[in-house]
């Protein structure tokens, strides 16, 4: 369930009160004054295909976005006859897209860490550094939050959030060139190693086929879905398998003189990020449509 505060001047708030008690999904509706002289706080749960309409109403009323505060509760145990709530919540959806759409520094780290670990998988074409080098990477949060703004059709947002997954896998791809030429340099290259055995022997990082666009279509649902369930820790590596090595293969590339070598990983990411957002933006679309269905439903039913 979602806890709604709305915090304003006394007389806009005591109209708020009266319009949640109306608005069906909005329970437990409570009003108090402010130590705020002329200001108050309305509160209450509203159910979660009921925060849309909820939200509507109150621009409506002329509450300003910062006056409204909404926290996801989780309930112990089942109160309620029925099964569990799991519609969709725009807004926390739109919120945790904005707040992935920026470059700081945690995540731009992580990304030129896991380009450190992918490089050494690709020059020693081993399978499990390439999964360590996934695991790490937060990759999966820019391209969820550039399948929101297409959704929401917000053009900043799709802005942001694609600079921002261009910054990480630069740094990723910085930090593979720059850990390959340090091998080449000080003679560390696994003897008999080359660019073209590394590609086959970890699969799928210079050719686009039906399998890479599969994956990474599916894997953009998987990110979408674990965006909303706060589960991206886990799925991050399923995400990760359609970027990272792609980007570390054409950072080892360039850091050995051979960026001519890597045109097909480039075609690869580009293609896997792609299908990526498409999946997540479907995935959205569906629930979206699927919500707010169940929420007309509803409606129906209350007023019969």
Not at 8 to 21: F, H, N, P, R, Y
Request: charge should be neutral; hydrophobic fraction near 55%; proline fraction near 3%.
């Amino acid at each position: 369930m979602i806890q709604l505060e709305v915090f304003g001047k006394s007389t806009t708030i005591a109209t708020v009160a009266d319009s949640l008690e109306e608005l069906e999904g909005v329970s437990r509706v409570r009003r108090v004054d402010a130590t705020r002289p002329g200001h108050a706080l309305v509160a209450g749960i509203v159910r979660p295909d009921a925060v849309e309409p909820l939200l509507e109403d109150l621009q409506r009323l002329g509450v300003p976005d910062d006056g409204v505060t909404l926290s996801r509760v989780e309930i112990v145990g089942q109160t309620v006859a029925g099964t569990a709530e799991t519609s969709l919540v725009w807004a926390d959806v739109l919120s945790a897209a904005w707040h992935h759409a920026r470059p700081i520094g945690r995540y731009l780290t992580l990304m030129f860490v896991a380009g450190v670990i992918a490089c050494y998988g690709v020059t020693e074409s081993s399978a499990i550094l390439i999964v360590g080098a996934m695991a790490v990477s937060p990759d999966l949060l820019p391209i969820t939050a550039i399948g929101v703004g297409v959704v929401g059709r917000s053009l900043r947002l799709v802005g942001e959030a694609a600079l921002t997954l261009a910054l990480g896998l630069a740094a990723t791809t910085f930090a593979a060139a720059i850990f390959a030429f340090a091998q080449d340099q000080l003679d560390l290259l696994p003897s008999g190693f080359s660019l073209s055995g590394a590609a086959a022997a970890l699969g799928g990082l210079t050719t686009v086929n039906d399998e890479t666009l599969a994956v990474a279509l599916v894997a953009g649902v998987a990110g979408m879905l674990a965006l909303e369930t706060r589960a991206s820790a886990a799925v991050g590596v399923a995400v990760s398998v359609t970027t990272i090595p792609a980007a570390a293969y054409l950072g080892v590339a360039g850091g050995l003189g051979e960026v001519g070598k890597a045109v097909g990983a480039l075609g690869v990411l580009g293609a896997n990020v792609a299908m990526m957002v498409l999946g997540a933006s479907l995935t959205l679309v569906v629930q979206r449509g699927l919500n707010r269905r169940l929420g007309a439903r509803r409606r129906r039913r209350a007023t019969a």
